[in-house]
């Protein structure tokens, strides 16, 4: 009885001093008019488990979470609207905020980190070199092993990196990491890359013509010439930003090179609003869906594969300028 009195004015002593009490993570989120009356969620990222919900109001949301033996902190989360991100957020002890003009909550220490960490990978990303997005991802994971920093990076690097390394990376995962939802469906995106990979033929699927009819890839893919798939969409910004290069690749190379176009997660009248706003000459498939995805593993776009005049694939996630030093190349 001696030893349990003393624990509890020990730990009547630390709650006096705030060591006892439980961490509180509070999270205010500012949105545009446009999200008003919809309910935003609050879910661990690497498994998508719901932590909370809330109505947004007044152009607000408010979270208070407290840590409990299902959710210890620090925790990596993502913010959600009518499924999709909206926001990055690291649930720890104290007071965050996301406003409507940035996804990154600040206000506390893991979630300033994260947002000069981010800051510094859209830098990379505007670059438009996958290559330095891939090696700055897997330094921070490496950096971050310690900290849920590390399950975004670790997931962020499984997106891209060269399938054959892989599984040497989850075999070193910290305890909990490879067993995840999100862990998992990137472990296998790059079992489908690896199946895409150079040397491999290129894969057939189906979408449709500019007329709703069924067509599939290989009858838009030239025998005997060069040819650049472009996984492509109108809501990319990056892939309209990119047409001119693609569009000078194709006049200066001639006949030794097609470019066919492939619309991904896209509306056919979008697509084809955007096909003739641009004044775009390839061929185009629409109405693929998520299809080239569950196929050739790759999560973001633009994204090109360089097919062979056999059809075997020579080049996977190339940004123009690569494209054309290969192509350079290959017709000397």
């Not at 935003?40 to 809330?54: G, Q």
């Not at 913010?79 to 965050?96: K, T």
């Not at 690097?157 to 305890?175: F, G, I, N, Q, T």
């Not at 040397?199 to 040819?227: C, H, I, M, W």
Request: net charge negative; glycine share 6%.
């Amino acid at each position: 009885m001696r030893t349990k009195s003393f624990a509890i004015s020990l730990c009547a002593l630390m709650l006096a001093m705030g060591a006892c009490r439980k961490q509180e993570s509070r999270l205010e989120i500012q949105f545009p008019e446009r999200f008003e009356g919809k309910t935003v969620e609050l879910m661990n990222y690497k498994d998508s488990a719901l932590v909370a919900s809330a109505v947004i109001t007044d152009g607000r949301a408010h979270f208070v979470t407290q840590e409990s033996d299902s959710l210890r902190f620090p925790a990596f989360m993502q913010v959600s609207v009518d499924g999709r991100i909206q926001a990055f957020y690291v649930a720890e002890d104290g007071d965050a905020l996301v406003t409507d003009s940035t996804s990154i909550a600040t206000g506390t220490p893991l979630n300033d980190r994260f947002s000069g960490l981010m800051a510094t990978l859209d830098s990379i990303e505007n670059l438009d070199d996958m290559g330095k997005y891939v090696e700055f991802v897997e330094q921070q994971y490496n950096a971050n092993r310690d900290n849920p920093l590390g399950d975004y990076f670790g997931i962020e690097w499984l997106k891209y990196a060269e399938p054959e390394r892989v599984d040497s990376m989850l075999s070193k995962a910290v305890p909990g990491f490879r067993d995840a939802k999100r862990v998992k469906y990137y472990e296998n995106f790059a079992k489908l890359r690896l199946a895409t990979s150079p040397g491999r033929k290129y894969v057939d699927f189906a979408g449709e013509d500019a007329s709703g009819r069924a067509q599939k890839l290989s009858a838009l893919v030239p025998q005997g010439k060069y040819t650049i798939i472009d996984f492509w969409a109108s809501w990319c910004p990056y892939c309209i930003r990119e047409l001119p290069e693609l569009k000078a690749l194709r006049a200066d190379f001639g006949d030794n090179l097609e470019i066919v176009g492939v619309a991904v997660r896209d509306l056919p009248d979008d697509t084809k609003a955007m096909v003739n706003k641009q004044g775009i000459e390839w061929p185009v498939l629409y109405n693929t869906a998520r299809t080239p995805y569950d196929i050739y593993g790759f999560s973001g776009i633009p994204h090109h594969i360089l097919l062979a005049p056999d059809g075997t694939i020579i080049s996977r996630g190339e940004n123009p300028a690569q494209l054309r030093a290969r192509l350079t190349t290959l017709t000397k």
